[in-house]
């Protein structure tokens, strides 16, 4: 189980593998920012540059869960040139910054989501408004409906580890229906 890099080390799971694929060595890096989130794990700025230093493999993609925008690019940019692609998850909503970095790193602050269409990031829309307009609610609940897809497709030169061609990838009105796939 892959969890944020920056966690304790007494959290189940690790924060990067290197897996055997077709085309070689892939690396994955999971870290967490510290921005507006509720708790604060380890520096994750540092922590990626000492797991890089641990890592053969050319070619590296890097997922940063964080609140902040602006940490996210921070990350690109100090990743530039040494992995693969950076992107970014928990906001939910697909961002339009999808790029390549000067250093041939493949970026986008947000992928976006995985779920219900017509919900509040996969909630129940009446739930969510509910409980900013202040009022006790029960749990969340998944919406129903029809699913998206959202996401991107990095492109990696397998021989260098450098993005070649980022794409954005959505697809709308998925035939299967979600009950709890929120």
């Not at 925008?69 to 693969?84: C, I, P, Q, Y």
């Not at 996969?122 to 749990?139: D, Y």
């Amino acid at each position: 189980i892959l969890r944020p890099a920056n966690y304790s080390p007494l959290s189940p799971g690790r924060g990067w593998g290197v897996y055997d694929t077709k085309a070689g060595p892939l690396a994955v890096i999971v870290l967490q920012g510290r921005v507006g989130m509720d708790y604060t794990p380890d520096n994750p700025f540092l922590r990626v540059e000492r797991i890089l230093k641990e890592i053969d493999a050319k070619m590296i993609l890097v997922e940063i869960h964080a609140e902040a925008t602006s940490e996210k690019l921070a990350m690109g940019m100090h990743l530039d040139a040494k992995v693969s692609a950076v992107f970014g998850t928990h906001t939910h909503v697909p961002t339009a910054d999808l790029q390549i970095l000067p250093g041939g790193t493949g970026y986008v602050t947000d992928l976006g989501m995985t779920g219900p269409r017509h919900s509040v990031l996969g909630v129940k829309p009446e739930i969510s408004i509910a409980r900013f307009r202040g009022e006790l609610t029960g749990r969340y609940e998944p919406a129903p409906g029809p699913c998206k897809l959202e996401g991107v497709i990095f492109t990696v030169d397998s021989g260098t580890g450098r993005c070649i061609a980022p794409e954005r990838g959505m697809k709308d009105d998925l035939i299967f229906s979600c009950g709890g796939c929120a």
